[in-house]
């Protein structure tokens, strides 16, 4: 009987050894698997970065929405700009299809920046007026490029003029407002069509 004891006592011991020491084995196959294969870990290092960065894309407007404003956006964009087209103006469809776009773009942009973690929530402060403000100067810049005093004339102010709109169609189509900048769409393109003709009944039209 004492000796069956003490086989008891030493079993309980006997078993953590065994276990103490089949332990490193699965830690030793790991390292050695990494070590025959390090390119596998470093391209699945790479496919879990690229696919955390691009899981993050579109976070506040979804991409069937963004892709419906930026193309609503051009479209407006190109209304406007295929009066000026017709008329042989120096800035025509497709500029003024680019800077519809590229208004309609800066506010979806800005949108997703507002969601990403910059740093404390407190501190995150998104103000659209400076952005409407930047897009506003932006295409100001161009729109200055195009017009020029000739003959005692400044020529080109009416095409400066609607491509200072396109911009704001472009920033409507970008905030949602695409009701709002296919009414504004409409009203300018009666604007160039109505009241040139009726400044050619009146003789007062100038090729502007």
Do not use: Y
Request: aromatic residues 4%; proline residues 5%; positive net charge.
């Amino acid at each position: 009987m004492p000796r069956l004891r003490s086989l008891e006592r030493d079993q309980p011991i006997a078993h953590a050894a065994i276990t103490w020491a089949r332990e490193p084995e699965p830690r030793v196959l790991r390292s050695a698997h990494n070590r025959a294969h390090p390119r596998a870990t470093i391209r699945g290092g790479r496919v879990e970065a690229l696919t955390d960065e691009l899981s993050g894309t579109f976070s506040a407007v979804p991409p069937s929405v963004a892709a419906i404003r930026l193309s609503v956006a051009i479209v407006l964009g190109g209304v406007i700009g295929f009066e000026r087209e017709h008329r042989g103006k120096p800035a025509g469809l497709r500029t003024h299809m680019l800077v519809s776009m590229a208004a309609c773009l800066f506010i979806i942009v800005s949108q997703q920046l507002a969601t990403m973690p910059f740093g404390a929530k407190d501190a995150i402060q998104v103000d659209p007026l400076r952005l409407i403000e930047a897009v506003t100067a932006g295409v100001a810049f161009l729109a200055a490029g195009i017009i020029f005093a000739s003959g005692g004339k400044v020529r080109n102010t009416t095409t400066g003029a609607s491509m200072w709109l396109a911009g704001g169609i472009g920033l409507a189509c970008g905030a949602g407002q695409m009701p709002l900048a296919a009414m504004a769409a409409g009203i300018v393109v009666a604007v160039l069509i109505v009241l040139r003709a009726l400044e050619r009944w009146m003789g007062t039209h100038d090729d502007n």
